[in-house]
């Protein structure tokens, strides 16, 4: 399966180290919706390119027009990686109501933006289930859009394909912008 992730890109990182495609951001992470990073590292990653990009374009929705400084993150431009997960990979699918009422949750509680709720749920099933690479969800932009979060356990079943960098000109991002009501 290929899973698209958004990272600020350094070209002269490899792949595991700060900047490359499948470096986990642990000692960054904190506020996202699953981060536990005293426990594990994780990436959030999109089943569609449009998805993730969007993802990371949602926090400027309001402000009107798309421009470069939005496709930067500390200093560095950011690109878009997609990455080939293992096909045995196993992902807690959280779109599954059969899912949902094994692991006692409701689809409130895991779209919901109060993270200490979701990074909680993340947390007990990364422990319960410890055979699992990540979740797989809804976004809470698009219901149609399917993210993953992977665990940093899923490491070596993954492999990096391309990295791509973002630009203004690209269809994805003018797509993705236009879901989110930037001009």
């Known amino acids: 399966m290929t899973l698209w992730r958004i990272l600020p890109h350094d070209p002269q990182a490899g792949e595991i180290e700060p900047g490359g495609a499948l470096w986990f951001p642990r000692g960054l992470q904190g506020t996202g919706r699953h981060d536990n990073r005293d426990r594990y590292g994780c990436l959030y990653l999109a ?4 998805a993730a990009i969007a993802e990371t374009l949602a926090p400027f929705r309001g402000t009107g027009e ?3 400084a939005m496709l930067m993150r500390g200093g560095r431009a950011l690109a878009l990686a997609a990455l080939a997960l293992d096909a045995q990979a196993e992902l807690v699918d959280l779109d599954d109501p059969a899912v949902l009422l094994d692991a006692a949750l409701r689809p409130s509680h895991v779209a919901t933006r109060v993270r200490a709720v979701t990074q909680a749920q993340a947390l007990r099933l990364h422990d319960e289930r410890p055979d699992a690479a990540g979740l797989r969800w809804w976004s809470t932009l698009e219901s149609s859009w399917i ?3 992977l665990f940093d356990r899923a490491a ?3 492999a990096a394909e391309r990295v791509e960098p973002l630009t203004l000109g690209d269809a994805r991002v003018r797509r993705a912008a236009a879901s989110l009501g930037l001009g």
């Not at 089943?47 to 449009?50: G, I, N, Q, Y």
């Open 156 to 158: 070596g079943l993954l």
């Open 66 to 68: 798309l421009v470069e």
């Open 147 to 149: 993210n993953v979060t």
């Open 47 to 50: 089943t569609d390119p449009v």
